[in-house]
């Protein structure tokens, strides 16, 4: 179910007086009055606030306190203090959902430019080739919906701007993150993002694009089964704490903008040489598996359709537009 509907606005402003606060408690008359509701309706709102992990101190004759805010993403959290003019304007925000993808391409023709789709825990989280994605609590897993006016053939690209968006905002948390071609993030050898265009388009025409994006920010090591344990890190342990998601979000939804605009006002070689030098692949030997035949030799650029740019043994250029890449 989706969280928070109707109540938000009320709810954004009563949760920003209290942050406002400062440690100072605040009566209910006295934030009643500021946004134009009852004590018994404040009294109401804070009951909901509690309900959702907010630390609330409440005392009769003083009023309330904030004591402590909880670990989750909703809506009204990340709304305030959101720094970008188009991306998360609108946010669909939900406890659990199979997909945020899924979810992204159900709502896309009826959705703004920029629309966003997040849940706290995706039960089928989708991963390239077909593959699942695990997101478990304490993940980002979150959806954007973007309608620009470009050619089905230029939509790969966009895959390259988010790696360079999401590689620039975690690489302000102090991590060296890098870009495996074509849209892993890793941190050294570890991969701690993954990222899934997805295209509805007619003929040439490009309806909607589904960018979804899976960051194991503070999920739990224990929670990464499998195989995905070896392979997988998370900016919790990587950081050494866990980080602040919502004010993560935020400056990534502004920084994903800042490329994004970039994309559709410049030169697309500027984000190539971004990504270029953001890259962790150019200068490796890799194979890659692609759905026709494996590849082998050095990966020495990429091209302005996405595609990366390999040098084999004997000397012959080949670009490949996707597949598996395995460093060698
Ligand atoms: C990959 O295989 O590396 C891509 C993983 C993409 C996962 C994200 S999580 C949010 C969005 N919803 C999904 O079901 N998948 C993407």
Same mark, same amino acid.
């Given at each position: &179910?989706?969280?928070?509907?109707?109540?938000?606005?009320?709810?954004?402003?009563?949760? *920003? %007086?209290?942050?406002?606060?400062?440690?100072?408690?605040?009566?209910?008359? =006295?934030?009643?009055?500021?946004?134009?509701?009852?004590?018994?309706?404040?009294?109401?709102? &804070?009951?909901?606030?509690? !309900?959702?992990?907010?630390? %609330?101190?409440?005392?009769?004759?003083?009023?309330?306190?904030?004591?402590?805010?909880?670990?989750?993403?909703?809506?009204?959290?990340?709304? &305030?203090?959101?720094?970008?003019?188009?991306?998360?304007?609108?946010?669909?925000?939900?406890?659990?959902?199979?997909?945020?993808?899924?979810?992204?391409?159900?709502?896309?023709?009826?959705?703004? $430019?920029? +629309?966003?789709?997040?849940?706290?825990?995706?039960?089928?989280?989708?991963?390239?080739?077909?593959?699942?994605?695990?997101?478990?609590?304490?993940?980002?897993?979150?959806?954007?919906?973007?309608?620009?006016?470009?050619?089905?053939?230029?939509?790969?690209?966009?895959?390259?701007?988010?790696?360079?968006?999401?590689?620039?905002?975690?690489? *302000?948390?102090?991590?060296?993150?890098?870009?495996?071609?074509?849209?892993?993030i890793l941190i050294? !050898?570890k991969k701690v993002c993954?990222?899934?265009?997805?295209?509805?388009?007619?003929?040439?025409?490009?309806?909607?694009?589904?960018?979804?994006?899976?960051i194991n920010?503070?999920? $739990?090591?224990?929670?990464? %089964?499998?195989?995905?344990?070896?392979?997988?890190t998370t900016l919790?342990? =990587?950081?050494? *704490?866990?980080?602040?998601?919502?004010?993560?979000?935020?400056?990534?939804?502004?920084?994903?903008?800042?490329?994004?605009?970039?994309?559709?006002?410049?030169?697309?070689?500027?984000?190539?040489?971004?990504?270029?030098?953001?890259?962790?692949?150019?200068?490796?030997?890799?194979?890659?598996?692609?759905?026709?035949?494996?590849?082998?030799?050095?990966?020495?650029?990429? +091209? !302005?359709?996405?595609?990366?740019?390999?040098?084999?043994?004997?000397?012959?250029?080949? $670009?490949?537009?996707?597949?598996?890449?395995?460093? +060698?």
């Amino acid at each position: &179910m989706e969280v928070g509907i109707f109540v938000s606005n009320k709810k954004s402003e009563i949760i *920003k %007086i209290l942050k406002d606060s400062e440690g100072k408690t605040i009566s209910g008359e =006295e934030l009643g009055h500021r946004i134009g509701i009852s004590r018994t309706m404040v009294w109401k709102y &804070m009951r909901l606030l509690v !309900d959702e992990g907010y630390g %609330i101190e409440s005392s009769p004759k003083r009023g309330y306190l904030l004591k402590s805010v909880p670990d989750l993403l909703n809506r009204d959290e990340i709304r &305030m203090g959101l720094r970008s003019g188009f991306i998360g304007q609108q946010i669909h925000y939900f406890n659990e959902l199979e997909s945020t993808n899924i979810t992204a391409k159900e709502l896309a023709y009826g959705a703004d $430019d920029g +629309t966003v789709v997040i849940a706290e825990v995706q039960k089928k989280g989708r991963g390239r080739l077909g593959r699942e994605w695990l997101s478990p609590h304490g993940g980002i897993w979150i959806s954007i919906i973007l309608k620009p006016t470009i050619s089905l053939t230029h939509v790969s690209r966009l895959t390259l701007v988010a790696g360079v968006a999401i590689a620039k905002s975690m690489r *302000k948390l102090g991590v060296d993150a890098r870009i495996k071609w074509p849209n892993d993030i890793l941190i050294g !050898d570890k991969k701690v993002c993954g990222i899934l265009t997805e295209v509805n388009a007619e003929i040439e025409q490009v309806d909607y694009i589904v960018i979804g994006i899976g960051i194991n920010a503070n999920v $739990d090591m224990n929670d990464l %089964i499998g195989d995905v344990k070896n392979i997988a890190t998370t900016l919790w342990s =990587e950081i050494g *704490k866990p980080i602040d998601r919502v004010s993560f979000i935020q400056d990534l939804l502004f920084d994903i903008e800042q490329e994004y605009i970039k994309f559709m006002t410049q030169s697309f070689s500027g984000i190539l040489d971004e990504w270029t030098s953001l890259s962790d692949t150019i200068g490796r030997q890799i194979t890659i598996m692609t759905p026709y035949n494996i590849v082998e030799g050095k990966a020495v650029g990429i +091209t !302005d359709d996405g595609a990366l740019v390999i040098k084999n043994s004997d000397g012959r250029r080949e $670009d490949i537009m996707a597949g598996l890449c395995i460093y +060698t």
